[in-house]
């Protein structure tokens, strides 16, 4: 049997909440990372700090999405559309 045959629904959705917020936490630390990185770039390399801002860029698109599923998981019946909030 595997875990997802023993385990209850509400035991899963701790494990799913559990696991998208601390998803969340490391688009966070990442975003931190990349800013303290950006803070000590001299502006005159601009490629690298373009390819960091990329990269940044991706992390926070990451940490809205994580934030998303954490905030319906946390209330699955609220019946609002998160999707519809990015458009």
Do not use: W, Y
């Not at 509400?10 to 936490?25: C, K, Q, W």
């Amino acid at each position: 049997m595997d875990k997802t045959e023993c385990s209850s629904a509400p035991e899963l959705e701790d494990d799913s909440f559990a696991t998208a917020e601390s998803v969340r936490v490391d688009f966070m630390q990442l975003i931190a990372i990349l800013d303290r990185r950006l803070a000590n770039l001299p502006e005159a390399d601009g490629e690298v700090r373009a390819q960091v801002l990329d990269a940044r860029d991706a992390a926070l698109r990451g940490l809205t999405l994580s934030q998303e599923l954490v905030d319906t998981l946390r209330s699955p019946d609220s019946g609002e559309d998160t999707a519809s909030k990015r458009h």
